[in-house]
């Protein structure tokens, strides 16, 4: 029986067993009856086919219960700004019951929220304007803890509030140093007619002050307008999270983000963004987007503030994604600025000019490399995402993919013998499937290359029916952190059959999951009951991926063979630092072929690089990037004195200012990539920092190593 089947049966149950009231009037008569109904819909809805068709099959149960209660809590107060002790302590009474809410469609922990909340924000909201009418003294050696986890909820009202004024300090600071950055900026600037009389040092505080407070306000309006509503699909959202990371309820207007975004159809920085612990934070650029042709903004990357043209900049920390998007979303050609956290504690602020995606820049590109010293050619192949336009393809059509355009790059080498090829997969976050197999298949005879377990317990693999290869000789996978699902697939069937070595951090993403959207619309075909909709959609796990040894690659992603120094060390960035994400764990592997001639003396290749990189000096200037940022992380601690906050903010930017110089993900220092920049430049560009980059040139030097070994191993023979 199809699934949807089995959904529309599973909800006529549902009607039988409890009894709604299906008048279409209580739509207008009475909202609150309204929203009680549709949420009590809602939980047995997403209860059912979360028991159903999420892989895990977790019980609902006490521990699952608090699991969801964590998620709520964090997604409610992240900061731990708003609530105290006492009313942590009430609303943990509901904690272990959430499981028997849903259970009963009786939704009780949004209502005690909403009796809290509304005498909290009007207490903080009094809070912030009394404190900020007055200046601060940062003379001292006051010092403000920046990681929430490491705090507790305020004991008081009064401890509450000396909480807001060292927040309120420490903003004020930062503010009054941007001003004085600005000031100093005009001053400089010779176009720059400065009729108006220069601001003193007491205006740059008051102003620092005024637009803090501007900003808090609109905060506030935002959170005492929020609706019953809201707060239920936030507490849908937190049980759903429970089961798993990738797991949503998506809201009717998230769903219509959704698929919008899926179409490809909106204007904006190219950024792939989410909600966690009510922080926006990226997922992953886009290729093409302005994003990433700036190259600043990075995965894991927080997005604090957003000013649009020449606006005041707008606090997003707290805000509902839907609504800070639509402050980062905007017209092609204009201007947006934000304000973003780095993973190592650091401030920065950058402004992308907003435009529409340039696929091009999206999709599979080549390079020819030289090496003068051996006088030999490397190919090097990009490949940014797995990409493959379904709808043309749907019925045999010829549309666009990346397995096609690896053959169409390699065919570029043909006429120049190529000693060993560099397949970077370094930021790609997966995409098709069916195009990390095959993208295998053209290197490796045929064959298993995935598993996938799917809800029922069964196995199905995934296999390369072409025997055919594009390609024969000593293969180099580059990948980071930021390589996840399908390019942890590729990586790790090419490793698995000993085809290529895999050089990069310490590990892959691990995102070892398939995800499948329910839209809730459809499993409700009665018409009385239209009143209650729309009632958004269910994205939930229903599938892990398993290598051909039989391995997970959930969680633990997958280990290089050669792992450099990476400026990604300190950050906590992976599926090992998701709540509640599901275990790595192992199925029986399937027979399968080593290629002809595997790679086996991996342990004197790596030996070898190690070596080389000890002494390289951008692999120096990597590590100690790295050491500072690790550094920067563990110091969470800042000080409020302007003397020591402005030093820190001077090795920031010097910090920076070394990071982008040729480091991989970012721009040359010396010329950066830009909407305006005509292809030919955009080409040239690319080419010079593929040349310049240390991994790139690493993975050569170990394909050296590796045709060396070989013919040692020929002449023995």
């Known amino acids: 029986m199809r699934l949807s089947t089995l959904r529309k049966l599973l909800l006529v149950l549902i009607l039988c067993l409890f009894s709604f009231n299906l008048a279409p009037s209580h739509g207008n008569d009475d909202p609150a009856r309204l929203e009680t109904d549709r949420?009590?819909?809602?939980?047995?809805?997403?209860?059912?086919?979360?028991?159903?068709?999420?892989?895990?099959?977790?019980?609902?149960?006490?521990?699952?219960?608090?699991?969801?209660?964590?998620?709520?809590?964090?997604q409610l107060d992240p900061q731990k700004?708003?609530?105290?002790?006492?009313?942590?302590?009430?609303?943990?009474?509901?904690?272990?019951?959430?499981?028997?809410?849903?259970?009963?469609?009786?939704?009780?922990?949004p209502d005690g929220v909403a009796e809290i909340m509304s005498q909290r924000i009007p207490q903080?909201?009094?809070?912030?304007?009394?404190?900020?009418?007055?200046?601060f003294d940062f003379s001292g050696n006051e010092t403000i803890e920046t990681d929430f986890d490491k705090i507790d909820f305020s004991t008081s009202l009064t401890d509450l509030r000396e909480r807001w004024r060292i927040t309120l300090k420490y903003q004020t600071l930062q503010r009054y140093l941007s001003l004085l950055e600005d000031e100093a900026a005009l001053k400089k600037d010779d176009k720059v007619d400065r009729k108006?009389?220069?601001?003193?040092?007491?205006?740059?505080?008051?102003?620092?002050?005024?637009?803090?407070?501007?900003?808090?306000?609109?905060?506030?309006?935002?959170?005492?307008?929020?609706?019953?509503?809201?707060?239920?699909?936030?507490?849908?959202?937190?049980?759903?999270?429970?089961?798993?990371?990738?797991?949503?309820?998506?809201p009717p207007m998230d769903k219509e983000d959704f698929d919008i975004g899926m179409k490809g159809q909106l204007e904006g920085i190219g950024a792939t963004l989410k909600e966690e612990d009510g922080y926006v934070k990226v997922v992953s650029i886009v290729p093409g987007g302005p994003a990433f042709i700036q190259g600043s903004l990075q995965p894991e990357d927080t997005i604090l503030k957003v000013r649009e043209g020449t606006g005041d900049p707008i606090e997003i920390t707290d805000m509902k994604l839907r609504d800070a998007i639509n402050h980062i979303r905007g017209k092609k050609g204009t201007e947006v600025t934000l304000t973003v956290k780095k993973p190592g504690g650091a401030f920065v602020t950058m402004t992308l000019v907003r435009d529409v995606v340039q696929l091009e820049d999206g999709f599979v590109k080549s390079l020819l490399l030289h090496d003068e010293k051996s006088g030999k050619s490397f190919g090097y192949i990009k490949i940014p995402s797995f990409y493959r336009d379904f709808e043309k393809t749907r019925f045999g059509g010829s549309g666009r993919n990346s397995t096609d355009d690896v053959k169409k790059e390699m065919d570029k080498f043909h006429e120049v013998k190529i000693s060993g090829l560099v397949l970077d997969l370094r930021n790609n976050g997966g995409g098709a499937l069916t195009d990390a197999v095959k993208t295998a298949g053209l290197f490796i005879k045929d064959g298993p290359v995935v598993q996938a377990k799917g809800i029922d317990g069964k196995i199905s693999v995934l296999s390369n029916d072409d025997p055919d290869?594009?390609?024969?000789?000593?293969?180099?996978?580059?990948?980071?952190?930021?390589?996840?699902?399908?390019?942890?697939?590729?990586?790790?069937?090419?490793?698995?059959?000993?085809?290529?070595?895999?050089?990069?951090?310490?590990?892959?993403?691990?995102?070892?999951?398939?995800?499948?959207?329910?839209d809730?619309?459809?499993?409700?075909?009665?018409?009385?009951?239209?009143?209650?909709?729309?009632?958004?959609?269910?994205?939930?796990?229903?599938?892990?991926?398993?290598?051909?040894?039989?391995?997970?690659?959930?969680?633990?992603?997958?280990?290089?063979?050669?792992?450099?120094?990476?400026?990604?060390?300190?950050?906590?960035?992976?599926?090992?630092?998701?709540?509640?994400?599901?275990?790595?764990?192992?199925?029986?592997?399937?027979?399968?072929?080593?290629?002809?001639?595997?790679?086996?003396?991996i342990?004197?290749?790596?030996?070898?690089?190690?070596?080389?990189?000890?002494?390289?000096?951008?692999?120096?200037?990597?590590?100690?990037?790295?050491?500072?940022?690790?550094?920067?992380?563990?110091?969470?601690?800042?000080?409020?004195?302007?003397?020591?906050?402005?030093?820190?903010?001077?090795?920031?930017?010097?910090?920076?200012?070394?990071?982008?110089?040729?480091?991989?993900?970012?721009?040359?220092?010396?010329?950066k990539s830009t909407p305006a920049m005509s292809?030919?430049?955009?080409?040239?560009?690319?080419?010079?920092?593929?040349?310049?980059?240390?991994?790139?040139?690493?993975?050569?030097?170990?394909?050296?190593?590796?045709?060396?070994?070989?013919?040692?191993?020929?002449?023995?023979?």
């Open 39 to 74: 949420a009590k819909l809602l939980s047995y809805m997403i209860l059912n086919d979360l028991n159903r068709y999420h892989f895990s099959r977790k019980k609902v149960d006490v521990e699952l219960s608090r699991a969801a209660f964590k998620v709520y809590l964090k």
């Open 81 to 109: 700004r708003y609530l105290i002790k006492e009313d942590v302590e009430k609303l943990n009474s509901f904690a272990a019951r959430i499981g028997d809410e849903m259970k009963a469609g009786t939704v009780q922990l």
């Open 124 to 135: 903080v909201r009094e809070m912030v304007r009394e404190i900020l009418s007055q200046d």
């Open 196 to 250: 108006k009389k220069t601001p003193s040092d007491q205006d740059l505080r008051k102003t620092a002050r005024e637009k803090i407070l501007k900003s808090y306000e609109t905060s506030f309006t935002r959170l005492t307008q929020e609706k019953l509503r809201d707060r239920y699909d936030r507490y849908f959202n937190a049980f759903t999270k429970a089961f798993d990371p990738h797991t949503d309820y998506m």
């Open 469 to 518: 290869i594009i390609f024969e000789g000593p293969i180099i996978v580059l990948v980071n952190k930021f390589s996840a699902s399908a390019s942890e697939i590729l990586a790790g069937a090419l490793q698995d059959y000993g085809r290529a070595i895999i050089i990069g951090g310490e590990h892959t993403h691990g995102k070892g999951t398939v995800q499948t959207i329910l």
């Open 520 to 601: 809730l619309n459809e499993e409700v075909s009665f018409q009385n009951m239209d009143y209650l909709k729309p009632l958004g959609a269910l994205k939930l796990t229903t599938q892990k991926f398993y290598r051909i040894t039989g391995e997970s690659t959930q969680y633990r992603g997958i280990t290089p063979d050669i792992v450099l120094p990476d400026r990604f060390t300190s950050l906590k960035s992976g599926e090992q630092y998701l709540d509640n994400a599901l275990p790595w764990d192992t199925i029986s592997a399937v027979p399968y072929t080593k290629w002809q001639n595997p790679v086996v003396h």
């Open 603 to 671: 342990s004197a290749l790596r030996e070898k690089s190690e070596q080389r990189v000890k002494f390289k000096k951008d692999f120096l200037e990597i590590s100690e990037f790295s050491r500072i940022t690790t550094d920067e992380q563990k110091k969470s601690m800042r000080s409020l004195n302007i003397g020591i906050a402005k030093k820190e903010l001077e090795e920031t930017r010097a910090m920076r200012e070394k990071e982008s110089k040729g480091l991989h993900g970012s721009r040359s220092a010396d010329k």
């Open 679 to 717: 292809a030919d430049e955009k080409k040239e560009l690319w080419n010079k920092e593929v040349k310049e980059d240390a991994y790139v040139g690493e993975a050569i030097s170990v394909i050296l190593d590796l045709i060396a070994d070989q013919k040692k191993v020929s002449s023995l023979n």
